[in-house]
DNA sequence: CGGGCAATGTAACTTTTGATACAGAAAACG
DNA sequence: CGTTTTCTGTATCAAAAGTTACATTGCCCG
C-alpha cells in the first residue's frame, strides 16, 4: 500500500505522514457504476482516490439528479469531508465513472493529522479550494449557459476524465446528468453533429478535435 | 475591540485566541452598498464579520452578476479564504448589504493560528462547510426550480437577513441578483401579489406572512 | 434470420424565460 | 407647480427548454 500511496501523494506528504496513513488506512477498489457514497449516508471515514475517477451528484426534492463535477487521481471529496467534521449526512451522491482505487481514513486521524502535519493542512485546504472552485464552475454553467453549451462542455470534460474522445453513453445517461430530458439531449447532439463537433454512433459519441 | 470580538465570537474563541485577533487585527467599518471586495482583487488579509450584512456576487463573463449567498455576524468568506490560501484573485464580488463592522486578518496569522489553536482550526472548517452548503443551495435554485420559487425564496432571505418583511429594493436591482431581466420580475412579482403572498408598493415589496 | 428491445430521430405543441417597446404613475426637484 | 427622472405595468414577439407521441434503426439472442 505504501507505495501505492507515493504513487499519488509521495509528493505531498512527507514520509512520516505517508507511514502513518500506510498503517491506518483502508485499501478499497471498486468497479464502474459502483455507489460510493449516498444521499443521506453518514461517513466516517475519508476517501483519498489512488485512481480511476467518481463521479459527484446532487439530487433533486422530487426525482433527478445533477452532476456537480469529477474527481481524479489525487482528489479527495470535500463534501465528504463536510460530513465527516461536521457530522451530518451525506449532501450528494458519489458513483464510480470508472474502476479505481481508494484509501479510508479515519475521521479522528484526519483531525489529530491536522495539528499534526502542515503537509496534510494544506492538503484539505487545497482539496476545499479545488471543490468550492469546481462548485463555481457549476453554478457559472447553470446560470449563465445554456443546455448547448453545457452539453458541449459536458462531452469535454467526459472525454478528459476517461481519456478518450469516445464517449460511451446513451443520451438518456446525458440527460440525468445534465438534469434534462433524453429528446432536449438528442436534439441538441443532432444539432453538435451538424456543426461538425462530433459524430454520432450508437450509445457512444465521437469528439471530433479541429 | 476585544469586547467587540467577544460580542461575535467569545464563544467560539479561547482567550488567548481573542487576545491575539485584538492585537493583530484592523477593525473596519462600511456602509450600505460599499464594495468591499471586487471581482481580480488580491486579498492579503481575511475578513471577521462583526455585525451587519455582507452579499457575495458572482460575475458573468459578459455583464452580469449572479447572487450566491449572503454572510451575517459570526461568518467568514470562505471564498475569500480561499484566495488567500491560494494566492489567486478573487472570483467573486462582496458588496454591503447593510452597514456593518469587520475585522481583518493577516493571511500569516490565519495560517500560524491553523497549527496552534484547535478553536480557529474548527471554525475556519466550519466556515468552508457552511460556504459548500449555500453553493448547494444555489445550485439547487438554479438547477431545479423556476424562477417564481428562486424569486421568492429570494425575497424570503433578504427579508431575513434585514430583519424587516419590507424590503427596499426596486425591480432592476433584484433582477441583477438573479440574473434576469426587470420584465421578468415584475412580470412574477405581479403573479406573486395576485396570489397574495406579497403585496407591492413603489420601490419596496411587503411580505404576507401566512 | 426474425422478433423483441433498447436507443435514437423527429414532429407538434406548451411552458418558461427573455427582449423590445411603450404607457402611466410616483417621486424628485428646480 | 410643471418638468424630468425613475419605477412599474403590460403587450407582443422570439427563443430555449420541456412534454408527448410515435417512427425508425441497430443490436441481441433465441
Same mark, same amino acid.
Given at each position: 500500500m505504501l507505495s501505492l500511496l507515493k504513487e499519488s501523494y509521495g509528493y505531498i506528504f512527507e514520509e512520516k505522514l505517508l507511514d502513518e496513513i500506510a498503517q491506518v488506512a483502508q485499501l478499497k477498489t471498486f468497479e464502474e457504476g459502483d455507489i460510493l457514497i449516498d444521499f443521506g449516508d453518514y461517513i466516517k471515514t475519508m476517501p483519498l482516490l489512488l485512481s480511476g475517477a467518481i463521479k459527484i451528484l446532487r439530487e433533486d426534492f422530487d426525482e433527478g439528479e445533477l452532476l456537480l463535477? %469529477?474527481?481524479?487521481?489525487?482528489? @479527495?471529496? =470535500?463534501? *465528504?469531508?463536510?460530513?465527516? +467534521?461536521?457530522? @451530518?449526512? /451525506?449532501? $450528494? &451522491? =458519489?458513483?464510480?465513472? *470508472?474502476?479505481?482505487?481508494?484509501?479510508?481514513?479515519?475521521?479522528?486521524?484526519? #483531525?489529530?493529522?491536522?495539528?499534526?502535519?502542515?503537509?496534510? &493542512?494544506? %492538503?484539505? %485546504?487545497?482539496?476545499?479550494? /479545488? &471543490?468550492?472552485? #469546481?462548485?463555481?464552475?457549476? $453554478?457559472?454553467?447553470? =446560470?449563465?449557459?445554456?443546455?448547448?453549451?453545457? +452539453?458541449?462542455?459536458?462531452?469535454?470534460d467526459k472525454a478528459q476524465i476517461n481519456k478518450t474522445d469516445f464517449i460511451q453513453n446513451t443520451h438518456q445517461e446525458i440527460a440525468y446528468d445534465l438534469h434534462t430530458s433524453r429528446v432536449v439531449i438528442s436534439r441538441l447532439l443532432k444539432a453538435l453533429e451538424n456543426k461538425g463537433k462530433i459524430k454520432l454512433h450508437r450509445a457512444s459519441i465521437e469528439l471530433v478535435r479541429a
Open positions: 463535477y %469529477f474527481l481524479e487521481k489525487g482528489d @479527495t471529496c =470535500a463534501m *465528504t469531508m463536510a460530513c465527516c +467534521l461536521g457530522e @451530518t449526512k /451525506s449532501e $450528494i &451522491r =458519489a458513483v464510480a465513472e *470508472t474502476k479505481g482505487e481508494v484509501v479510508m481514513i479515519p475521521v479522528a486521524k484526519m #483531525e489529530e493529522w491536522l495539528g499534526k502535519y502542515k503537509s496534510w &493542512r494544506n %492538503f484539505v %485546504f487545497n482539496s476545499y479550494n /479545488s &471543490r468550492l472552485k #469546481e462548485m463555481l464552475m457549476a $453554478i457559472d454553467n447553470l =446560470a449563465f449557459m445554456n443546455m448547448d453549451e453545457r +452539453l458541449y462542455n459536458y462531452l469535454l
